[in-house]
C-alpha cells in the first residue's frame, strides 16, 4: 500500500477554503441537490480462508442488501444504489452473482483492475481479455441492438497512468488505452496517499502521455456549456479534514468502513468538499468508495451503521426545501454530469440516463455463459449459452419473466409476440423448459414442441413444454402491451 502523502494535496485543499465557505453560506438560501454515489472495490476473496467464503459474501450481499435496501424505502421513501466494481482475478463466478443484483435493482456493475509491470501492448491485451471475458455473462455493456461494450473504472491500489513510482501499473498512457476500450470515466479517486493527483475535490478530464506517469495530476474541470473536453472524465470523491470528527480531527478521504463509517460529522464534511459540474453549483456529488466484500465492514454497508448513516441523510438531506437527496449508480453519476454541461438542470434524477443507457442486465440475467446479439426492452437474442444442463434466464423483455431448461439460445421479440428456443436436449438432459409470463399475458400457440403443463395463479402463466430441438412460442401481451423498461435506480 503506497504510503500517505498529505503534502500532496493539502496545498490545493487550503486553498479552496474561502470558494468551500462562500458556497456553505450559498447553500444556505438555496435548494441543492445531493447526487450520493457508493463505488465498491468489490473484491469477495480479500483474506479469505477457504474458497467457500467467497461464495457465501456474495450469498450475503444477494439476499441481506436487498433487506435492507427495503428497510430504507419503508423508512424514507428511497433506497440507496451501489457500483460494485468487481476485478477480474477474484473469479468469473461471481459475475452471475452480480448480474441477479443489478436485475434486482440494487446497483450495477463496473470494472475494477489490478496489474503492475505492463507494457501498453500487455495492457490492452489484458483489457481486452477481461472484457470478452466479461461480456460472455453480458457484463459491462450498454443495451442496445447490439450491446456496446461499455464501462467504468477505478485502478487497483489507486495507481492510474503509472502515479505509484512505477509500481502497481507501468504504463503511463493508460487513458488513452481505457477510452479506447470503451471506457466512459473514472473514479479512482481520492487514495490520500503517493498516487493521490494535486488537484482534488473536482470532476474534470484528464489524458496520458506516454512519456510521463500520473498525467492526470491536472486536468480541465468540467463545466456547463462546454461538451467537447477532450479526455476521460474522473469524478473524485471528497477529500480533505474532518474537524469534528470524534476526538481528534482526522483526514477525509471517502472510505466507508465499519471503523470509519457515514457519521453525521463525515456527512457535513462530505457536502463542504463542495464536489460540482461548474456552473451547476446547486448540484453537488458525494462518491464513497468502499471495500465491501470484507464482513468487518457489512455493517457500515448494509447494516446498522448504514442505516443510521441513511438515516441521517434522509432526515437532514432530503426535506425537499434545502436539500434533496437522490440515490444513483456510478453510470448514472456520469450521465447527470453530462447534461449538466449540456446546460440540464431542475432536478438531476432526470438525467440518470442521459447519454448512456441502462447496462444490459437492466433487462435480463442468465446464470450461465452466452453471446448477447441483441438486448432492448422489447428484443433479447442470446446464443451460444454454455450449459451442461439447466439455465434460468429471468428477463423483462415483452412479457416473458422465467426461461428455465437446457437453453442453447434464446430469442425474445416482442414486435412479433415471440419467443424462440433453440433445446441442448442431449442423453444426459431433456427438452423440459418452464416458460412464465407476466400477469394478464397468455401462450397462444406452440411450434416445434408440446405442452406438458399449463397453469394461471394470480393471473402469471406458467407453461412446461417439451422442446427436444427448436420451436417457437407465439404469446399475447397483458392488453396488447410492452412491457414498461425497467431500468436500475
Known amino acids: ?40 472495490h468489490f473484491e469477495p476473496r480479500h483474506g479469505i480462508t477457504s474458497p467457500q467464503q467467497a461464495f457465501d459474501r456474495l450469498r450475503r450481499w444477494v439476499s441481506e442488501y436487498a433487506a435492507f435496501r ?44 489490478h496489474h503492475r509491470d505492463d507494457t501498453e501492448e500487455t495492457l490492452r491485451e489484458g483489457l481486452r481479455s477481461t472484457l470478452a471475458e466479461y461480456r460472455r455473462w453480458g457484463m459491462l455493456l450498454e443495451a442496445g441492438a447490439p450491446p456496446r461494450q461499455s464501462f467504468g473504472f477505478i485502478h487497483g491500489d489507486w495507481a492510474l497512468n503509472n502515479s505509484c513510482r512505477g509500481e502497481l501499473c507501468g504504463v503511463n498512457d493508460e487513458i488513452t488505452i481505457l477510452r479506447e476500450l470503451g471506457c466512459w470515466a473514472d ?4 487514495s490520500g496517499n503517493l498516487c493521490q493527483t494535486r488537484k482534488i475535490n473536482s470532476i474534470y478530464y484528464a489524458s496520458s502521455d506516454a512519456r510521463r506517469p500520473k498525467a492526470h495530476d491536472r486536468g480541465v474541470d468540467a463545466r456547463v456549456g462546454v461538451t467537447d473536453t477532450p479526455g476521460l472524465l474522473l469524478l473524485q470523491g471528497p477529500l480533505g479534514i474532518n474537524w469534528r470528527a470524534p476526538k481528534y480531527p482526522r483526514i477525509e478521504n471517502a472510505a466507508l468502513t465499519a471503523a470509519n463509517w457515514g457519521r453525521a460529522d463525515r456527512i457535513r464534511c462530505w457536502l463542504d468538499c463542495n464536489i460540482q459540474v461548474r456552473g451547476r453549483p446547486e448540484w453537488l456529488f458525494v462518491k464513497l468508495h468502499a471495500h465491501g466484500a470484507i464482513e468487518r465492514d457489512f455493517d457500515a454497508l448494509f447494516g446498522e451503521r448504514a442505516f443510521a448513516m441513511h438515516r441521517q441523510l434522509n432526515e437532514r438531506y432530503n426535506d425537499g426545501r434545502h436539500y434533496r437527496l437522490h440515490y444513483v449508480t456510478a453510470r448514472q453519476a456520469f450521465n447527470i454530469v453530462k447534461a449538466a454541461e449540456h446546460g440540464k438542470g431542475g432536478n438531476p434524477s432526470e438525467w440518470r440516463d442521459f447519454c448512456l443507457g441502462p447496462p444490459t442486465h437492466a433487462f435480463y440475467t442468465l446464470d450461465a455463459p452466452h453471446d448477447l446479439e441483441i438486448c432492448t426492452a422489447g428484443h433479447l437474442k442470446l446464443t451460444n449459452v454454455d450449459v451442461s444442463g439447466v439455465a434460468d434466464l429471468r428477463a423483462r423483455v415483452g412479457p416473458v419473466q422465467l426461461v428455465r431448461g437446457p437453453i442453447g439460445a434464446l430469442e425474445i421479440d416482442d414486435a412479433k409476440a415471440e419467443l424462440r428456443l433453440w433445446s441442448q436436449a442431449g442423453p444426459a438432459t431433456t427438452g423440459k423448459f418452464t416458460i412464465e409470463l407476466e400477469a394478464g399475458s397468455a401462450l397462444e400457440r406452440i411450434e416445434g414442441g408440446a405442452v406438458l403443463a399449463d397453469e394461471t395463479n394470480n393471473g402469471v402463466q406458467t407453461i412446461v413444454v417439451d422442446m427436444p ?17 425497467a431500468a436500475t435506480g
Do not use: K, N
Open 70 to 113: 427495503q428497510r430504507c424505502l419503508d423508512a424514507f421513501g428511497s433506497a440507496p444504489l451501489h457500483t460494485w466494481f468487481y476485478p477480474p482475478h477474484h473469479g468469473s463466478e461471481h459475475l452471475a452473482s452480480l448480474a441477479e443484483m443489478v436485475f434486482a435493482g440494487l446497483g450495477e456493475v463496473e470494472l475494477h483492475y
Open 187 to 190: 473514479f479512482t479517486m481520492p
Open 469 to 485: 430441438r427448436a420451436g417457437v412460442l407465439g404469446y399475447r401481451r397483458r392488453g396488447a402491451q410492452t412491457l414498461a423498461t
Open 1 to 40: 500500500m503506497p504510503e500517505r502523502r498529505p503534502d500532496i494535496w493539502l496545498p490545493a485543499y487550503i486553498g479552496s477554503a474561502p470558494t468551500r465557505t462562500y458556497a456553505r453560506l450559498r447553500r444556505r438560501r438555496r435548494l441543492t441537490d445531493i447526487i450520493f454515489l457508493i463505488c465498491d
